[in-house]
């Protein structure tokens, strides 16, 4: 497929995706992928816990990249987007100042907002994420290698931000916040986490998402993740409320028909997305690398 896109993604990208015979190879490691990378970064664990934090960290790397990352900006891009409030973004960036991933810029003018620059460290948390999301998207498109093999060359991961965080922004003005899957499991903290745990934690079957079911250990789950217990009982008991998660009689859980089919757009959706940042970044940084971008990116 041609990956040069611009805006939503086309008709015929998602199903091109999920008939791909190695997705769900590729939508497997992504999960494990992600629980990977948050495993490996605590401080990257408390920002993809949560969608609002993770979509800010972003944006703020987008914005450092495209004018300077200020919080009038960063609240200007949150509102825009309906997914934080004014007011949660100058937490988020308080948040990151917290955990050393930005820092005030010296010398700024006097009566200009202050200007923040991001850290080494958020530069390195942002790599081990793009880096796991990549190993899973080169099962499907090898030529992937041309970029997981410069991520730690200057510039690639900040252009690699810069393109998901114009991406994220399209994708979240076009989704629809107070469906059950976003309340429950998107914007739930650690919801996303939760269900990459039940589809790694289920033998693979070939299909995706498993059709088998899951084992409902909320101890297993919350000592995995580093919640608590109880959070995790309560994600399970509102999942099945709205029909997102049914029991079977052994006590296990099962993803229904109808949410595997969400799912199942999800992980497509996340596939195509860097993808489509992966070729983007290659094209942006062939100048840089001084040789030609590859034919199968354009």
């Known amino acids: 497929m041609h990956w040069q896109i611009s805006g939503e993604i086309p008709d015929g990208y998602l199903d091109a995706m999920t008939q791909h015979p190695l997705f769900s190879v590729a939508a497997r490691r992504l999960a494990a992928g992600m629980l990977a990378a948050a495993e490996s970064d605590r401080a990257l664990d408390s920002m993809v816990k949560d969608a609002g934090r993770f979509a800010a960290a972003t944006w703020a790397l987008q914005l450092h990249a495209t004018g300077g990352l200020t919080l009038p900006r960063l609240k200007r891009l949150c509102a825009a987007s309906g997914l934080l409030s004014p007011g949660r973004a100058r937490a988020v960036l308080l948040l990151l100042q917290y955990l050393g991933y930005v820092r005030p810029t010296q010398g700024r003018a006097r009566n200009e907002p202050a200007r923040y620059d991001p850290t080494p460290a958020l530069l390195q948390a942002y790599r ?120 079977a009689e052994d006590g296990s859980i099962l993803l229904p028909p109808a949410t595997r089919q969400v799912v199942e757009a999800v992980y497509a959706t996340r596939l195509i997305g860097f993808l489509v940042c992966a070729a983007k970044t290659a094209v942006e940084m062939q100048a840089a690398w001084q040789a030609p971008a590859s034919a199968a990116l354009v």
């Not at 999301?133 to 810069?162: H, N, Q, S």
């Not at 000592?223 to 509102?238: I, M, P, Q, T």
């Open 128 to 247: 081990i994420h793009v880096r796991h999301a990549l190993e899973a998207c080169r099962i499907l498109e090898p030529w992937v290698d041309i970029v997981l093999a410069r991520l730690d060359e200057p510039g690639v991961v900040e252009t690699f931000a810069k393109l998901q965080g114009e991406g994220l922004l399209i994708a979240v003005v076009a989704t629809d916040l107070n469906s059950p899957f976003i309340r429950i499991v998107g914007q739930r903290h650690g919801g996303m986490q939760i269900l990459h745990w039940i589809i790694q934690s289920v033998e693979d079957d070939g299909a995706f998402p498993p059709s088998r079911s899951a084992p409902a250990s909320a101890t297993a789950v919350a000592r995995r993740l580093r919640v608590s217990r109880a959070h995790v009982k309560r994600l399970f008991s509102d999942g099945m409320r709205e029909g997102l998660l049914s029991q």
